[in-house]
């Protein structure tokens, strides 16, 4: 048994305790002395646990704040996904050993006038301010943070700490003032696009193609006051345009928050090896995501989609929906992935996107953002 897979076999171990804080300028002793190759492993897993134990750990992207609006929904809870579909909480993080976490408040792109913007802003304001009220109402587990020191402070005290950002620039609508606002609202990152294409630049999945062919002149204006006020500039979901677009623009490293290597699976969604080469230069960051489709190539399945599809041609938009009815329309896609089942993505995927991306990028510019409760 070689090294290679010793190490890769430590890292499959562990991977679900979001190991993403072991930089390699680390200094760490060398395991023990060992007899044999089984020994040679759990020593090198314990190795790794204790990394994981000893650095302050960070998942860069869960969509929970959806859930926080919902009546009853309750983050000091250990919920069963089975039961509630959701996957994160703050009893699961601290058995997880995570100790911090970017909530990010995700608006689906809706109708770009001045009535969906004010819905958006609105719907993001709420996400934001139920986090706050999360964190507020668990005091003694969590707390607020706005730069890497609070993190640091927070864990010496015994606390997780919880960051604020939006996905989908939609909710600053055309009115570049809302971003300041949010800024005050504690959110340190703002990913541009969605889905499909908004005002600020094109998403990499718009069936109906770019529109911008790129970042558009109010979305270079919305990163340049990002900058300004240090709100970092997430490019997952854009197009590839949008990415050397944002590279260009933006003074400060641009980040990807929860985006897979395109040479491992090749979805238009992740990113190639030019663009990981350049992250890298840029001293940015890219986190990989546990979303399947991401991760490995899978069959088509024409009954789900074709299911889902039908089911949301018949939605109103969920700007426009109640907590109750956004859980219930949850509720009907969650019944529908399960009567068509897409095959899932292994730990192994995981790891096999981590090995290619630190190959290319290097160990420092690679983590983890989960997507749980989004993806």
């Known amino acids: 048994m070689t090294n290679q897979f010793i190490l890769r076999s430590a890292l499959i171990a562990i991977i679900s305790a979001w190991l993403t804080g072991c930089s390699s300028e680390e200094?760490?002793?060398p395991p023990a002395a060992v007899e044999t190759e089984a020994d040679a492993e759990a020593a090198l897993i314990e190795r790794a646990m204790a990394i994981h134990d000893r650095v302050l750990t960070l998942d860069s992207h869960a969509d929970t704040p959806l859930r926080m609006?919902?009546?009853?929904?309750?983050?000091?809870?250990?919920?069963?996904?089975?039961?509630t579909g959701s996957k994160f909480d703050y009893p699961r993080m601290i058995e997880g050993g995570?100790?911090?976490v970017f909530f990010s408040a995700f608006v689906a792109q809706g109708i770009r006038d001045d009535e969906g913007n004010t819905r958006a802003r609105d719907l993001a304001i709420q996400m934001l301010d139920a986090v706050v009220a999360s964190a507020d109402a668990n005091a003694d587990q969590v707390g607020i943070a706005l730069n890497p020191e609070d993190a640091y402070a927070l864990e010496q005290a015994g606390k997780r700490a919880v960051y604020l950002s939006i996905e989908n620039g939609y909710p600053i609508g055309g009115d570049i003032a809302n971003v300041e606002m949010f800024f005050d609202k504690g959110v340190r990152y703002i990913t541009l696009v969605h889905s499909t294409n908004n005002d600020l630049a094109d998403s990499s999945t718009d069936s109906n193609g770019p529109e911008h062919n790129g970042v558009s002149e109010f979305g270079a204006e919305v990163i340049r006051e990002m900058n300004r006020l240090g709100i970092m500039v997430d490019v997952s979901h854009a197009s590839d345009d949008v990415f050397f677009d944002a590279l260009?623009?933006?003074?400060a490293p641009i980040i990807a928050t929860h985006s897979n290597a395109r040479a491992v699976t090749g979805h238009q969604r992740n990113m190639t090896d030019e663009m990981l080469k350049l992250l890298a230069e840029n001293g940015g960051v890219i986190q990989l995501t546990m979303l399947s489709s991401y991760l490995r190539d899978a069959p088509p399945n024409p009954e789900r989609e074709a299911a889902i599809t039908a089911l949301q041609a018949d939605m109103k938009p969920a700007t426009e929906m109640t907590p109750e009815e956004r859980s219930a329309m949850r509720d009907q896609i969650n019944a529908i992935r399960r009567q068509y089942p897409d095959p899932l993505a292994t730990v192994v995927d995981?790891?096999?996107?981590?090995?290619?991306?630190v190959s290319v990028?290097?160990?420092?510019h690679i983590g983890i953002g989960c997507d749980f409760d989004g993806g």
């Open 248 to 251: 260009e623009l933006s003074k």
């Open 361 to 364: 990028a290097g160990i420092d």
């Open 350 to 357: 995981v790891v096999d996107h981590i090995d290619h991306m």
């Open 69 to 83: 609006i919902e009546p009853g929904f309750d983050m000091a809870e250990r919920h069963d996904p089975r039961e």
């Open 27 to 29: 200094a760490v002793e």
């Open 98 to 100: 995570l100790d911090s």
